[in-house]
């Protein structure tokens, strides 16, 4: 399925799974026997794969797929070891987090908490894409200030494209 949307950024060639059957023929189940594979062998190879949605296996077996100077892009943050903490280990996490709030506040610092900061790593890596014209922007909708209900309605509903981002000045 291809997106309307989809070649207004530059793309020649867009492979999509949005139905139902996503989660049982691309990510759960081993991928050499999905249609995924097929979809990828039938076209030339690609400049950009982008990966938007955690997979549960390795995807390194995509850069076949790449030309010479191909990139995969991996716009999903890595899960945390702390995704998996039950009811006592939170319990010690929110304890230690509180504390160490306390200990900024008492010294009028900022927490670092140490960890990488992902999101801005992969939206500086798209907005170099976006800044050597790989890919192009959409702006899908604009909304004055006034327009909070409204541009918050657009957002939940299934028109919108890609991430919206309002902004007060």
């Not at 979809?39 to 995509?62: A, N, P, Q, V």
């Not at 702390?82 to 319990?91: K, L, S």
């Amino acid at each position: 399925m291809v997106s309307p949307f989809s070649h207004p950024p530059g793309a020649a060639d867009i492979i999509t799974f949005a139905n139902e059957h996503f989660r049982s023929n691309f990510i759960d189940v081993n991928v050499d026997k999905s249609n995924f594979i097929n979809e990828l062998t039938s076209r030339e190879k690609f400049h950009y794969i982008f990966l938007t949605t955690r997979l549960g296996y390795d995807y390194k077996f995509l850069e076949k797929f790449l030309t010479k100077d191909g990139v995969i892009v991996d716009a999903v943050e890595p899960e945390l070891r702390t995704d998996d903490y039950g009811v006592i280990g939170r319990f010690f996490l929110g304890s230690y987090v509180r504390c160490r709030k306390a200990v900024a506040l008492l010294f009028r610092t900022n927490v670092d908490w140490g960890g990488p900061h992902l999101c801005h790593l992969v939206l500086e890596r798209l907005a170099g894409f976006v800044n050597d014209e790989t890919l192009k922007t959409v702006v899908d909708r604009v909304y004055t200030p006034n327009e909070v209900e409204r541009a918050l309605e657009h957002i939940c509903s299934e028109k919108s494209i890609g991430s919206t981002i309002i902004t007060f000045r």
